[in-house]
């Protein structure tokens, strides 16, 4: 990828987030849209983003590029699940015993 495109990216990313962000702190059931935003949807599209972006920038490189991203996204998605079912830390706002690693 591009510094062009990751600057762009970054950009964009901030400049939605930031007036979420504030926001979010004057009325607290957004702030947790906000939040499950982010770790739903806006993390699959970031994602997404990361793993289909080298096929338009990268060339002729673009697709082992994309399968190594996805190669390394798979295996820490592997490793964070199997940790939060060996590990089975409880979450401090509920009951559900999946908090560690967070998968960040």
Known sequence: MSKATSLFLTAVLIGLAAPLCQTAHADPPFDRQVGDFFSGTGNILYLAAGVGLPLLEDG????????????????????????????????????EHDSFPSGH
């Open 60 to 95: 002729k490189n673009g697709k082992n590029h994309s399968l190594r991203a996805l190669d390394a996204l798979g295996t820490s998605v592997l490793i964070s699940q199997g940790m939060k079912r060996l590990v089975q830390e409880k979450r401090p706002d509920a009951d």
